[in-house]
């Protein structure tokens, strides 16, 4: 009866030890299987993560490219864009001018720094030479306002226009409307001062209700009451003020002054504004 139950154990014991070995074996085969299937499943996220990194950055290349190519509400290929050329009048005073009060003035320029010209397509040309001019003040108190388109920046006696106190406008009509890039103004600059409250808009028509762009406001606490700009007061110099526009298109430019630091007079010397007739 003994030696029965004895060969039953014996029995029982070597079959939980193959029991064991089996389940080892089985554990140990499942390892491998699993660990490639964690491995796949990395290569394919990361490979995911590249692909879309790789999809933002072309499209943010490309976004940045259409940016840079868009000029005047149009695209053009920023390879053929040329710096702008101007021809500037002679300097009549030198070192800078004292006691000018102004806590909305732009930093003056480091010794040695010249001004960069912006790029502009071929082809463009000062549109406003020889253009008919008008202004709020009928009867100006020295010149006439066809010397603001004459071609004459000089800043010599005979080539500005002197209008009256207050807030003054000159407007030019290009004749057509037009792809407008840079507008530059030459108010007085015999001597170095700021002109006050300078607004420069673009219109569709002459009493400008039509398609009003305004492309440069420095009247920082809305004096003419035509809505607070952003952009700084300048001291006047041979260079005259430059301002960029951006996707302009119109047929006239009109100019607001209201005096300046050296007394309450509005002065025009030249307006210019570069660009090209609209395609037809």
Not at 26 to 42: C, F, Q, V
Not at 174 to 190: M, P, R
């Amino acid at each position: 009866m003994m030696r029965k139950y004895g060969n039953v154990l014996k029995t029982a014991v070597v079959l939980a030890g193959m029991m064991v070995l089996f389940v080892s074996a089985a554990a140990a085969a499942e390892k491998p299987a699993e660990k490639k299937s964690t491995d796949k499943a990395t290569t394919e996220k990361a490979a995911a993560e590249t692909k879309t990194g790789a999809a933002k950055t072309d499209e943010k290349a490309s976004s940045e490219t259409k940016s840079a190519e868009k000029t005047a509400g149009k695209a053009v290929d920023t390879k053929d864009m040329v710096p702008l050329k101007v021809d500037l009048p002679k300097a009549m005073y030198v070192g800078t001018p004292k006691n000018i009060r102004s806590t909305n003035l732009e930093p003056p320029r480091k010794p040695g720094q010249v001004r960069e010209m912006p790029l502009v397509p071929p082809g463009t040309v000062n549109l406003a030479l020889k253009k008919r001019v008008t202004s709020s003040d009928k009867e100006p108190i020295i010149g006439e306002v066809e010397l603001i388109t004459d071609g004459d920046k000089n800043a010599k006696d005979g080539c500005f226009v002197e209008f009256a106190p207050g807030q003054q406008w000159v407007q030019v009509d290009l004749g057509a409307k037009c792809d407008i890039y840079v507008i530059l103004i030459w108010h007085y600059h015999s001597e170095g001062r700021v002109y006050r409250d300078v607004i420069v808009q673009t219109a569709d028509d002459p009493d400008f209700v039509t398609g009003v762009k305004t492309v440069f406001n420095n009247d920082h606490d809305n004096t003419a009451k035509m809505g607070a700009g952003k952009e700084k007061e300048y001291i006047e110099n041979r260079e005259g003020k430059l301002i960029e526009c951006k996707d302009v298109q119109a047929r006239y430019v009109r100019l607001y002054s209201g005096g300046n630091t050296s007394n309450d007079m509005n002065h025009y010397t030249e307006v210019e504004v570069y660009g090209k007739p609209l395609s037809k």
